[in-house]
């Protein structure tokens, strides 16, 4: 019985290792290329003509396009299956006029809502800018990095259950020397008009350290508070039909070559499924990454989020590689392997060839 055990872990295995170092020999080749032509690349005279003519100081132009690939190695719907994705077509309008005033308009043509940001602001100093609009709240470590300034392809688990991609509100933020703050009111229901007459209000807190490494160490604090009934808590999180109190630390430090973070994310919500207590939703990722070469970092990260009231706990160990082709083109790779608590677990390859400008 063992023998036929083996037999079957080996036809299972077989084809998976096979996938996984054919994707490995064109992600070689790939940089393999990108060092052949480094030389042709340390200039990049089209990169430059394309920021002169679009990006100006009251009027700049930017773009985010990702192409996708996504193969889930058991042929189920981990990570969603096995496919090809537009993941982003973003394009921004941004720019600081007259009196120290800015604006911003960003638009994603692949996903629903197409518009993202529309805010104005003041900048009074380093210490102290007021925007209102449409904005994404600097709330988290996980969450404050853009699209195209991701460690890996997706954002972490528990981000996704508690923390809103974008709000609509007004808020203040500065930098006194290596002190960070951030305060915000918001209607708490995402791009939509306020639907009960209550606000939502985010803060962080944040400190540089300069001169403990070669590099920088960020260790901040967070929270977020408010009634939200009848809207789902983060992006993917359980329906809400009262209030929702998020809270978390985190620490990133980028010495040199050595990248690590770590961020405790947790929420006590009250949420539809459950009537008559809160659900407290909690989780921790650790990341580390070693810059190899000068364009090309390795990453592992692991993490873990659960529900106390239903009693269950997730975990996910990441492998990514980034690469850099040029200033404006770079490219990643995921090799995910999820463990639940109930159930099978499911591994999956991710990719994303990206061009930011």
């Known amino acids: 019985m063992l023998y036929h055990r083996s037999i079957q872990l080996k036809r299972f295995y077989f084809p998976i290792m096979q996938i996984v170092i054919r994707l490995l020999l064109i992600f070689i080749f790939f940089i393999c290329s990108g060092f052949a032509g480094i030389a042709r690349y340390q200039e990049e005279p089209l990169a430059d003509q394309l920021r002169d003519a679009i990006q100006h100081e009251a009027f700049r132009i930017n773009a985010l396009v990702q192409a996708g690939f996504r193969y889930s190695l058991k042929d189920d719907y981990f990570q969603g299956g096995r496919t090809f994705e537009a993941a982003n077509a973003r394009l921004e309008f941004s720019g600081t006029i007259d009196g120290s005033f800015y604006y911003s308009m960003l638009f994603d043509m692949v996903s629903e809502p197409n518009l993202l940001d529309a805010f104005a602001g ?12 449409a904005m994404k709240p600097n709330q988290t470590q996980d969450f404050i990095p853009s699209a195209a300034e991701t460690d890996f392809i997706d954002r972490t688990r528990i981000t996704g259950l508690l923390v809103g ?10 930098d006194i020397d290596d002190f960070y703050y951030y305060a915000g009111v918001f209607n708490g229901s995402r791009l939509t008009s306020n639907n009960n007459n209550k606000f939502y209000r985010i803060g962080r807190l944040q400190y540089t350290f300069r001169d403990l490494v070669p590099g920088t160490i960020q260790v901040g604090l967070h929270g977020s508070h408010g009634d939200s009934r009848d809207i789902r808590s983060g992006s993917n999180g359980p329906l809400l039909r009262g209030k929702r109190t998020i809270y978390g630390t ?3 430090m980028e010495a040199g070559y050595v990248l690590v973070a770590a961020e405790y994310l947790a929420g006590n919500l009250e949420i539809v499924d459950i009537a008559d207590r809160k659900e407290r939703i909690s989780g921790i990722y650790f990341t580390g990454g070693y810059r190899f070469f000068e364009r090309t970092m390795i990453l ?13 706990r997730d975990n996910q160990l990441t492998f990514g590689v980034n690469h850099d082709f040029t200033g404006l083109t770079s490219f990643q790779f995921n090799l995910d392997t999820y463990f639940p608590e109930n159930g099978d677990n499911h591994y999956g390859i991710s990719m994303i060839l990206q061009i930011n400008f």
């Open 165 to 174: 991609s974008r709000e609509i509100g007004i808020s203040a933020e500065g």
């Open 122 to 133: 003041y900048r009074h100093s380093d210490g102290l800018q007021i925007t209102a609009g």
């Open 250 to 252: 985190d620490v990133r």
């Open 300 to 312: 592992a990260r692991w993490q873990s989020w659960g529900y106390r009231e239903m009693d269950y």
